[in-house]
């Protein structure tokens, strides 16, 4: 397969650390953090506006709510709702308040409508106290899995019975039979990322059960059977690459982030990009709560 070369869709010096890609279709937009600066940013597909909002404090995703106009995010803090017009955010509460050097770091949204978000210690090096979580519609939340050094990329198989979750320094990229009411069992490892591959990270399911996985360190996107085997690669000109998810009215663009932290010589580094892998993905399901 013949993929387009990247485009670079947003720049401006670059995200320190670009994350929490989401594509919302009601707003025709894609939304991301940077995490380390502390900002929303947003790019409107239809008229190409990029948008910021200025958080109070490190913000590693955003999700949509059923039937609203606003947004539950993950903060340092924890979980919270988020109003854009006018901007206003609302603690839910936090997961860890006895783990404080932890910050909640990529989420997604099952099909059920539960949140399923991970955390991680944010010092350096970082220690094995991350943890996955559930926020249920109600606003309860309840820890799943424990013993992570850095949560990443929550995504599900398109019948929803399986939730893939990684450890990105462990290299590895587990699944999990998820059941109806919620609970996780059998984990197991689906992927584990050669030391050339880099590190998994952020990732996101297509339309016929594959995953698309960002390489930090490795500057590409993959994409794996549900076997586990890489099919194919897409390389990017930022080596830090942090996350995908597939938009547009036909969910048929691939938009990925990508990190400058720490990095002096990559002139892209922090870029969001697009490319047009030939597949498509899977519609967001919203937070039910």
């Known amino acids: 397969m013949t993929v387009p070369a990247p485009e670079v869709i947003a720049h401006a010096g670059g995200d320190h650390l670009g994350e929490g890609l989401m594509w919302c279709e009601r707003r025709n937009a894609v939304f ?6 502390r900002v929303l940013r947003c790019y409107y597909l239809g008229s190409g506006q990029l948008r910021r909002w200025a958080m109070p404090e490190p913000i590693g995703w955003i999700v949509e709510r059923a039937g609203r106009d606003d947004f539950v995010i993950g903060l340092k803090s924890g979980f919270a709702t988020l109003t854009l017009e006018p901007l206003a955010i609302t603690s839910i509460g936090s997961p860890e308040p006895d783990r404080p050097h932890n910050r909640l770091n990529d989420a997604k949204v099952d099909g059920a409508g539960r949140i399923w978000a991970g955390s991680k210690d944010e ?6 106290i991350g943890a996955l979580y559930r926020l249920d519609p109600g606003f309860a939340w309840s820890r799943h899995d ?15 019975k399986t ?20 609970q996780l069992q059998n984990k197991r490892s689906f992927v584990r990322f050669h ?18 996985v960002a390489h ?9 059977a549900p076997n586990g085997t890489m099919v194919e690669s897409i390389a990017l000109p930022a080596s830090q690459i942090t996350n995908c998810a597939f938009a547009g ?16 010589n990559e002139p892209l580094a922090g870029s969001l990009f697009e490319v047009r892998p030939g597949v498509r993905g899977l519609a967001p399901t919203p937070f039910g709560g």
């Open 163 to 182: 939730l893939y979750h990684t450890d990105s320094f462990a290299r590895t990229v587990f699944a999990f039979d998820l059941s109806n009411d919620g």
């Open 195 to 212: 030391e050339s591959w880099g590190y998994p990270d952020g990732m996101t399911t297509d339309a016929a059960g594959f995953l698309w």
């Open 32 to 37: 991301w953090v940077d995490v380390l600066a």
């Open 146 to 160: 424990d013993h992570y050094r850095c949560t990443n990329g929550p995504t599900f198989s398109p019948d929803g």
């Open 249 to 264: 009215v036909e969910l048929d663009r691939l938009f990925i982030t990508s990190a400058a932290v720490g990095i002096s």
């Open 123 to 128: 010092r350096e090096p970082e220690q094995p």
């Open 216 to 224: 930090w360190g490795g500057g590409r996107v993959s994409r794996f």
